[in-house]
């Protein structure tokens, strides 16, 4: 199967599967979701991903319809049914099906979605062109909710300005960006805002940080000001999808390769962990 699309309980291609028309989704958003990458029948850092997936579904007091070890089955299998070497694998919970109302059921079973298709991951040499907004999103980006329309009209800006992504920062104080985390070297230290209400703690960042422990290299995570990200000797932009790309340009002006060969160091580091666990040798789908 070239593409394969899952929800609750059946199977079949993205533009098969049809969704029941009161499932809480449509009105309201209601629900979480996680993503990485598959690549060798192997679901990239799939422990990770399910305890994130499980901790945003408590926070909002979904019940997710199977327990941890069975999605995790579930994940892997779906994903040795698709035919390409690399895969975006995608899952969602959605609150459930019922009418229409802001308050809902308590202990209704939520519904699972799951999307696998073929991805070619980016190549970490070719820098990206980031801009710049204020977050006006909510108070509760840890979590990892569906409702994404804020990141949706952020990254369409960006792509009808020729940007590759969008920096975030609550006055001036940097926070992610539009659908990555944002990270930079300076003097040889890793800076990382922290895991708060303000950005979703991504796992590509963590393995970053743990890349850069295995290197010697010094980690903080504390807040940074944008005019410290645009004097960075590198700027750094991870996820699930992407693992670890470097910035070229900020608004148009040029910002970090100051500091390849860390930069570089820590990339290898990031495939290196990606195909010792995958077993796969390629980044293209």
Known sequence: MEALAYYDGKIGTPSELMVPFNDRVHFFGDGCYDATVGANGKVFLLQDHLDRFYTSAKLLDIRIPMEKEALGTLLTELLQKVDSKVNFVYWQVTRGVEERNHVYTPDIPGKLWVLIRPQTLCDPDVPIA?????????????????????????????????????????????????????????????????????????????????????????VLEKPFTFEFLKNADEVIVSSSSKFCLRAGTLNGQSVGGKDPATMKAIQDEVLREFYAYTGCTTLEG
């Not at 369409?156 to 985390?181: M, Y």
């Not at 990382?192 to 950005?199: K, L, T, Y």
Request: with cysteine.
């Open 130 to 218: 980031l801009n710049d907004e204020e977050d006006t999103r909510f108070f509760h980006c840890n979590i990892k909710t569906l409702n994404l329309l804020p990141s949706v009209m952020t990254a369409q800006r960006a792509k009808c300005a020729g940007f590759d992504e969008t920096v975030f920062h609550r006055g001036d104080i940097v926070t992610e960006c539009s659908h990555s985390n944002v990270s930079v070297l300076k003097d040889g230290v890793f800076y990382s805002h922290p895991n708060d209400e303000f950005i979703l703690r991504g796992i590509a960042k963590t393995h970053i940080i743990q890349a850069c422990y295995r290197l010697g290299i010094p």
